[in-house]
């Protein structure tokens, strides 16, 4: 109901719902909204972020790139248990090793799955000469990916409700513009520059309806992506496990033991090798993102400790599965500072369960057998008669360790089978290896004009038992997970071993799922197809800017009626200046400290972190003390000035300098500088725009004084 008495329609009262709903969250979402479409190219920022990483170039062909790793790799461990070889794509500079030492467990490592295994070196080498690199300390674009639905400095719970509840907020907004916008599509085509009020409006529904369908993808599956925080109690109350049994009703396809625990991209810097995008990306399986490996202990049988073989002892009250008291921990891929991340390994909290991603998780149960999960799959049941450990070989007898005969070690959904030998077996006779570069073109030929050659694992090297696995860079489709072609060959021989013809069944509803949020990761999918989405994220950041400037403009008449502005109008004005241009002056001077702090300063990717949030305090505090049009004017040349002199500055600080970059086709690091110029551009043409039109002067409608009645003057 209106003021003046008049009813309201359906669109009266969603443009209210609209207006409001925007502007309790609209700084929140737009910290959200830019940050994630910076995740796009967290990869290239990372990369950007290590100037070491830029000296290797990678105009060699892969036959080359792997011939290099080999040499190295048969020069510093001969006899290791295994091998795992990251070759650079388009997005990634360098080739990654990875060396499983005698009696390491191998769990999969990389994005190829194999090598590494948890606890295997990891080496960084330049791509021609295979001179090893050692780059900074850096989260780079990790960071920026983790606030995105983490913030930062909060638990993890807690923050993941606070963005989980902006994402829906987001939702509602967007459902109610909708409804609002009656000429939804004629407001599409139509910009009228110049207009003030109008203008802004336009900007906004341009904007909001040309990337309409991503902005509905991307908040519906963000709130996909979050529903095993924001929703647990149906899937709790059905599975006792909780949510991870779920997941694996889920993930029961017996086909995904060839491909396990897979990133569609390369990634990470975990301990199982690089598993999702190279970079610090996690693989994210079974929905939900996660880094690093879980381990969960239980001990006992009911009657002992807990139901069923122990209660959980999860600090956010996620169950662990039956069969062990579960404490879970994170081994994760980054840097100080984020929880599963280097710098510690933090006990889950809030009720989040250690997530899939790049580790795989050992389970140790005393009679009975807890189960093991690896990749989200649980193993059988130990049987009794022993401390059941289960590991990537299955080992002893009734009375030892594991099942009678060795237990399978379930590796995304399939149990493997048993190797019976002990880690101390003495290691396989000699053998001289095969020319695996034929594998590699073997392997090209196959996948010719469809995907690339992302990893190659060597398990058992040198030896008569060596075997090598070849994994392409991405999945055949977004709807199937994990689901990333692979060819096995041995090592001796070179010849193709025959696996199993795959057969992906997958049900409706997981289909929609792992689409719709694969495509809110950008996982799996093609560089055009990523600058797609980045646009799409870019348009999506205009809309909520466009939106909170507009909140400002509308009320402009009012506020000159009144003569003054309330304290809660000019909260807004400082919040808009802060969080439009202060959130990229905070992005740029992230960038900038990256290359100031000494490299081998300890612990400065904490520092870095730390100099992008003074500095956007700062934005704050002087958007808060300035008049609102000067605030936007300095904010606005500073942010110009920082992003048009940071490619001259990765430059004079190490890195490849912008024309160099371009002429050898290391297109990861140009475009980083070539968007950064472009950023200036945009900022400066606003800054020219709002310097060259000084503000209107409101024009207030002029009241008629009442008519005199002359009858009652006296005379």
């Known amino acids: ?233 149906a899937v709790n109350m059905v599975y006792e496990g909780g949510r991870r049994e779920f997941l694996q009703a889920q993930n029961q396809n017996p086909q995904q033991v060839s491909q396990p625990n897979q990133g569609a991209e390369r990634g990470g810097e975990g301990g199982q090798g690089q598993r999702g995008e190279r970079g610090g990306n996690p693989n994210f399986q079974g929905g939900e993102r996660g880094e690093g490996g879980m381990q969960a202990r239980g001990e006992g049988e009911q009657g002992q400790r807990g139901e069923r073989g122990g209660n959980p002892n999860f600090q956010g009250g996620e169950r662990a599965e039956r069969g062990g008291e579960g404490r879970m921990q994170a081994h994760g891929e980054g840097e100080q500072g984020q929880r599963g991340e280097r710098g510690g390994n933090p006990n889950f909290q809030g009720g989040e369960r250690a997530e899939r991603g790049e580790g795989g998780i050992e389970a140790r149960g005393e009679r009975g057998g807890n189960p093991n999960f690896q990749g989200g799959e649980r193993a059988e049941r130990g049987e009794r008669g022993g401390e059941g450990r289960m590991q990537a070989r299955g080992e002893g007898e009734q009375g030892q360790r594991g099942e009678r005969g060795g237990n399978p070690n379930f590796q995304g959904g399939q149990g493997v089978e048993a190797n019976n030998a002990e880690e101390n077996q003495p290691r396989a006779a000699f053998a001289k290896m095969a020319d695996i570069t034929k594998m590699l073109d073997y392997a090209q030929q196959q996948w010719k004009d469809k995907n690339g050659v992302a990893s190659v694992s060597i398990t058992a090297p040198n030896t008569v038992d060596t075997t090598v696995e070849i994994r392409a860079i991405s999945s055949n489709s977004l709807i199937h997970r994990n689901q990333t072609p692979s060819l096995k060959f041995n090592g001796v021989t070179g010849e193709l071993i025959p696996t199993p013809a795959e057969d992906v069944k997958t049900s409706v509803p997981s289909a929609i799922y792992n689409l719709t949020t694969w495509l809110h990761q950008a996982r799996g999918v093609d560089l055009t197809l990523r600058w797609i989405l980045f646009l799409s994220g870019v348009l999506g950041t205009m809309m909520v800017a466009t939106g909170l400037v507009l909140w400002v403009v509308k009320r402009a008449p009012e506020i000159a009626k009144l003569g003054y502005k309330p304290f809660g109008h000019r909260v807004v004005e400082s919040l808009n200046v802060a969080a439009v241009v202060g959130l990229p002056i905070a992005c740029a001077a992230y960038f900038w400290a990256n290359r100031f702090i000494p490299a081998q300063l300890p612990e400065r990717s904490a520092l870095e972190i730390k100099v992008f949030f003074i500095v956007w305090l700062v934005t704050l505090i002087h958007s808060a003390i300035r008049p609102y049009r000067k605030a936007w004017l300095e904010q606005l040349a500073l942010v110009a000035v920082m992003y048009a002199l940071t490619p001259i500055i990765n430059f004079a600080t190490g890195g490849r300098a912008l024309w160099s970059s371009i002429y050898y086709g290391q297109w990861v690091v140009a475009s980083f500088d070539i968007i950064c110029l472009l950023l200036a551009v945009i900022f400066a043409y606003a800054y020219y725009k709002l310097y060259r039109y000084p503000q209107t002067p409101v024009k207030v409608k002029r009241v008629r004084p009442a008519a005199v009645d002359t009858q009652e003057q006296t005379p």
């Open 1 to 233: 109901m209106r003021v003046d008495g008049k009813k309201e329609g359906p669109r009266q009262s969603m443009s209210w719902l609209h207006t409001w709903i925007s502007l309790l969250l609209g700084w929140l979402l737009y910290a959200i909204f830019l940050t994630g479409t910076l995740s796009f190219f967290q990869n290239e920022i990372t990369i950007w972020m290590k100037p070491e990483l830029h000296q290797s170039l990678t105009n060699q062909t892969q036959q080359q790139q792997l011939t290099t790793a080999l040499k190295v790799l048969q020069e510093r461990a001969p006899e290791a248990a295994g091998w795992n070889i990251n070759l650079p794509t388009a997005r990634q500079t360098t080739t990654s090793i990875s060396i499983q030492k005698q009696g390491e467990q191998n769990q999969g490592g990389g994005r190829g799955g194999g090598g590494g295994g948890r606890g295997g070196n990891q080496i960084i080498l330049d791509t021609a000469t295979g001179e090893e690199i050692k780059p900074r300390e850096t989260r780079g674009g990790g960071f920026l990916y983790r606030f995105h639905f983490e913030l930062y400095g909060m638990d993890r719970s807690t923050a993941r409700w606070i963005v989980g509840i902006a994402t829906m907020f987001m939702f509602v907004a967007i459902i109610s513009g909708i409804i609002t916008h009656k000429k939804i599509f004629k407001d599409f085509f139509t910009f009228r520059p110049g207009k003030g009020q109008r203008s802004w409006l336009d900007a906004h529904n341009a904007t909001a309806v040309f990337a309409l369908p991503f902005h509905l993808m991307i908040t519906f599956s963000g709130l996909l992506l979050l529903m095993y925080t924001l929703m647990p109690y």
